[in-house]
Structures are given as C-alpha cells and as structure tokens.
C-alpha cells in the first residue's frame, strides 16, 4: 500500500531528476502517464525535487503534445511508454 509516509521511499525518482536528468528546482516537468501507481510516485518525485508538474492527457496526438510541452515550457517528460503513445515516436 502506497501511504504518503512511506512515499519517501518510492519518491526516488527527485535524486534521479537533479542529479542524472540535470534539471534544476523550478524546471517543468510533464507527466503522461495514465491512472496508475506510477503517477503518484513520479508526482511525489518531481515535487521532492522543486520541480513544477505539468499534466499531459496519454491520449494526445503528436501535435496536441508538442503544442501543450511547448506552452508549458517543459523541460522533460516522464511517460507510459505504449505503442499508442507519442512518446514511442
């Protein structure tokens, strides 16, 4: 079970983001990720680092998600890599 206390534990990815990623607090980061306990791991990870998440729909066609990284300003994106997926374009 996944409880916000022992997110601490699972919340690895924030070490990864600064240190091997190289991005910096404040950075925007997008998450495409559908309903599953990836996403809150990913969140608690990206909010550790100081990071700003940006929510982006899996359901998104290459232009929709190009359109939606470019007006955020993200920096990287952590994604459900599908066949279905711009991510595995």
């Known amino acids: 079970m996944l409880t916000f206390r022992n ?3 699972v919340a690895a990815p924030s070490a990864w983001l600064q240190k091997r990623a190289g991005l910096r607090r404040g950075d925007r980061v997008a998450l495409m990720l559908p309903n599953l306990l ?4 990913a969140l608690f990870g990206v909010l550790r680092a100081g990071m700003v998440v940006v929510n982006v729909n899996p359901l998104y066609t290459p232009r929709e998600l190009e359109h ?3 007006d955020a300003g993200a920096a990287a994106i952590v ?4 066949s279905r997926t711009p991510c595995s374009r």
């Not at 994604?79 to 599908?82: E, I, K």
């Open 68 to 70: 939606q990284l470019n």
């Open 79 to 82: 994604c459900w890599r599908t």
């Open 38 to 41: 990836q996403y809150p791991v």
């Open 7 to 9: 997110s601490t534990k």
